[in-house]
């Protein structure tokens, strides 16, 4: 397997085993490593992670292996963006990014691979995701299908697309471009007063994410990312010590494999009906009806 695979792990050894044991098959021999440094103000995490990069150093299998091990914590934001800008620069402009929790099915990286070749002078296109949430397949005749939402559970992009990304989040903060993505993007109301205030919680620190910063940066320059109708990776790190994914009750979605040869859509057009299913089920109905729920626990 011979396209390059960023890892990206951080305090968490025994996902770090279980990401190498589950890689050990398909022996990827271009590997790409990502540590952050320890916080200094969390007891203990500093031999977590000096647990982490022992596995690391030693990868059991033969390959090319890059590292960059950070000295001083940058967060999730800094830390992972700088790392893919260092890794696609570094790598010969387009790969496979893999944080510590997801595991992928091996079909994933054929399915990245034949896909990085097929849409690699596409400037339209932007990301190939692994993952769809969905716990049955898509409602699509083809493998795979484009959509405005982006997927970070294990996926897979070019140097080309990744030069977009805006920290900035320009997109947002400059009225008139906000406005376009409103009128291209949302149908209602409710999308856009969703959006606004996650985006605000991103710029004023509140959540340290770099992937919403990307999905941002895509919107901005009218892009598409690729949703695959099999969820193709499993993120096993809903947990308490995960950094965003921190409910041990949510139950992730297994990973599938997908067959070969690929069928591909007839177009690159976005689907309307997996946009729909993005936002009703994960952003801001999923989140209308929490609050409904949360306001209800609290009249009774």
């Known amino acids: 397997m011979n396209t390059p695979v960023l890892l990206i792990h951080f305090n968490r050894p025994d996902i770090t085993q279980a990401a190498l044991k589950a890689l050990a098959p398909l022996a990827p021999s271009r590997i790409w490593v990502l540590c952050d440094a320890a916080r200094p103000h969390k007891d203990g995490e500093a031999s977590k992670v000096a647990e982490v990069r022992a596995l690391l150093d030693a990868i059991p299998w033969p390959c090319e292996v890059r590292r960059l091990y950070r000295e001083e914590n940058l967060g999730c934001f800094r830390n992972l963006s700088d790392g893919i800008t260092w ?3 570094d790598c010969g402009g387009e790969g496979i990014i893999l944080e510590d929790d997801c595991i992928a099915d091996p079909s994933f990286f054929d399915y990245c691979a034949e896909l990085l070749e097929r849409y690699r002078d596409d400037p339209t296109v932007y990301a190939i995701a692994g993952h769809n949430r969905s716990p049955i397949p898509l409602s699509q005749t083809s493998d795979y299908t484009f959509s405005n939402y982006f997927e970070c559970w294990g996926w897979a992009t070019w140097e080309r697309a990744w030069a977009d990304f805006d920290p900035d989040m320009h997109a947002w903060t400059d009225p008139k471009s906000w406005k376009a993505i409103c009128q291209r993007v949302f149908p ?11 985006f605000r919680k991103v710029r004023n620190g509140q959540r340290d994410s770099w992937a919403y910063r990307y999905f941002l940066s895509i919107w901005g320059k009218q892009g598409k990312t690729i949703i695959p109708s099999l969820n193709l990776t499993e993120n096993i790190g809903f ?6 994914a921190t409910s041990s009750k949510v139950v992730c979605v297994p990973a599938n494999a997908v067959s070969f040869p690929l069928a591909h859509p007839e177009s690159t057009t976005i689907s309307l009906e997996t946009d729909r299913w993005f936002e009703d089920n994960f952003h801001s109905k999923s989140f209308v009806k929490r609050m409904q729920w949360f306001f209800s626990k609290l009249r009774k």
């Open 87 to 89: 890794f696609l620069k």
């Open 188 to 198: 209602g109301i409710r999308q856009r007063l969703y959006w606004e205030m996650m």
């Open 239 to 244: 947990r308490e010590d995960g950094t965003h």
